[in-house]
Structure formats: structure tokens, C-alpha cells
């Protein structure tokens, strides 16, 4: 006979499970999944499982566990997540019907959404633009049956990533879009970046090292040149000028 655990119960469990994980693993992906039914969220599991695990939970329990974990471990760096769990969906854009959309069905139909409609030739159009549902908002009966009878699929379900978090650092979802050519680019650019501050500053870096070298070179030369003062690469290019002269 299986015991039923009692709310207590299961929010320790809850907390075992979540800090167990937070020691085992590094890097944390914040998502939501507003509207994704319990099927769905099944299949994401499925086709998640070996890469990632998924563990979803209410943002106060959440806080209050990576709260007391970070006082008992003393590792500062899992409150980093705690503004992370204070998330409020942006405003998402509407699915709105344009006056060229018609369909084949009944008026009434049409009428029990509150969209004017007109029949040309043995078709019902639209005839002013109508903002019938909004993307994240939950999508009622009829008005599925009208964007299928339009060959509009409304429906997606999947987790929307909010935020990553790396040893304590926070990023943007975009850099899971980041290639290894967007990394060498953005280096490739840092380096660039320190070397033209190293020169600027005369201060020496192992990027700006081989600049000041040659640049250092440069000015013992023609100090060189210019006075009785030499040295033996010197002597070369003093003997290539008097023959230019």
C-alpha cells in the first residue's frame, strides 16, 4: 500500500532533490512552460532525458531552497539564481485575421466570436481586421475551429529559456545560438581590443609584446642612423642607405 506523504513531506523530499542536483551540476537553464499540459510536458522529459534533467516547482519553494542551501554550503554564488525566479512574461504579439482571410462555414459561427463577416460568392470573408487570440493565452474551442478551418495552427508547447546560469554566472538565452565561429570572433576582437590598449599605454602584454619589439626596434634604428651610435643590424641598413645615395 503506497503512503501518501504530506505536504511537509513532500516539500523536503522536494529540497533534497533540488540541492542534490545544485552539487551534482554546474549550469542551471531557467525556462517557463505557461499553458503546457501534463502530455506534453511528458514528451519534453522524454526527449530531454539523458542530456538534461527537467524539475519544475513553484519560484517560492524554489527560493527558499537555493536560499538555505547557499547559508549551509556557504557557496554565495547559488543566490545568483534567486533574481532569476522572479519572471514576468513579456507581451507577446497577437494572431490577428486580415480582411483577406475567408472560409467556407456558417455566419453564426463567425457571429459567436463577434467577427463581421460578409458572404461573396458563396464564401464568408472577413471584413475588418479581428485580433482573435494572443500568443501564451490559452485557445478556446471555437476559436481553434475557425484558425483550422483557415489553416492556421495555433498550437506549439515546449519550454521558453529565460536565462542561463554557469558556475555562478548569468547569461541571456542567446548565447545557447553562439557558434565556435561567434566565439573566435568575439576573441579574436577582445584581443584586438587589449593589444590596441597595451600600445596606447605602453603597458607589455603577451598580445601587445611582439608590436612594442618591433616598434622599440624601430626607434633604436634610427636613433642609430641618425647619430655616430651603432650596432650590427645597424650597420646593414646604414650601408643600404649610402648605397641609395
Known amino acids: 500500500m503506497t503512503v501518501k506523504l504530506s505536504k511537509a513531506e513532500k516539500k523536503v523530499l522536494y529540497d533534497k532533490k533540488l540541492c542534490g542536483l545544485l552539487d551534482e551540476y554546474s549550469k542551471v537553464l531557467i525556462a517557463v512552460a505557461d499553458n503546457v499540459g501534463s502530455n506534453q510536458l511528458q514528451n519534453i522529459r522524454k526527449g530531454l532525458r539523458g542530456d538534461s534533467i527537467v524539475l519544475m516547482g513553484k519560484?517560492?519553494?524554489?527560493?527558499?531552497?537555493?536560499?538555505?542551501?547557499?547559508?549551509?554550503?556557504?557557496?554565495?554564488?547559488?543566490?545568483?539564481?534567486?533574481?532569476?525566479?522572479?519572471?514576468?512574461?513579456?507581451?507577446?504579439?497577437?494572431?490577428?485575421?486580415?480582411?483577406?482571410?475567408?472560409?467556407?462555414?456558417?455566419?453564426?459561427?463567425?457571429?459567436?466570436?463577434?467577427?463581421?463577416?460578409?458572404i461573396n460568392k458563396g464564401t464568408v470573408e472577413i471584413i475588418t481586421p479581428v485580433e482573435l487570440i494572443k500568443k501564451g493565452e490559452k485557445v478556446g474551442s471555437s476559436?481553434?475551429?475557425?484558425?483550422?478551418k483557415l489553416g492556421i495552427r495555433p498550437f506549439s508547447y515546449g519550454l521558453v529559456i529565460?536565462?542561463?546560469?554557469?558556475n555562478g554566472s548569468v547569461f541571456s538565452p542567446e548565447v545557447l545560438d553562439l557558434t565556435e565561429d561567434d566565439l573566435i570572433e568575439k576573441f579574436a576582437a577582445g584581443v584586438s581590443m587589449v593589444t590596441s590598449l597595451s600600445l596606447a599605454i605602453s603597458y607589455p602584454t603577451l598580445a601587445a609584446a611582439?608590436?612594442?619589439?618591433i616598434n622599440a626596434y624601430k626607434n633604436v634604428l634610427a636613433v642609430a642612423i641618425a647619430t655616430e651610435y651603432s650596432f650590427p643590424q645597424a650597420e646593414k641598413v646604414k650601408e643600404y642607405l649610402k648605397v641609395d645615395s
Do not use: W
Open 59 to 118: 519560484n517560492t519553494l524554489i527560493r527558499r531552497c537555493i536560499r538555505i542551501h547557499a547559508e549551509k554550503t556557504g557557496n554565495k554564488n547559488y543566490l545568483n539564481l534567486l533574481p532569476l525566479l522572479v519572471v514576468r512574461s513579456p507581451p507577446f504579439p497577437s494572431c490577428k485575421l486580415s480582411l483577406c482571410d475567408s472560409f467556407h462555414t456558417e455566419i453564426p459561427f463567425s457571429q459567436v466570436l463577434n467577427i463581421p463577416t460578409k
Open 210 to 213: 611582439p608590436h612594442m619589439f
Open 143 to 148: 476559436e481553434a475551429a475557425l484558425l483550422a
Open 162 to 166: 529565460l536565462s542561463v546560469y554557469d
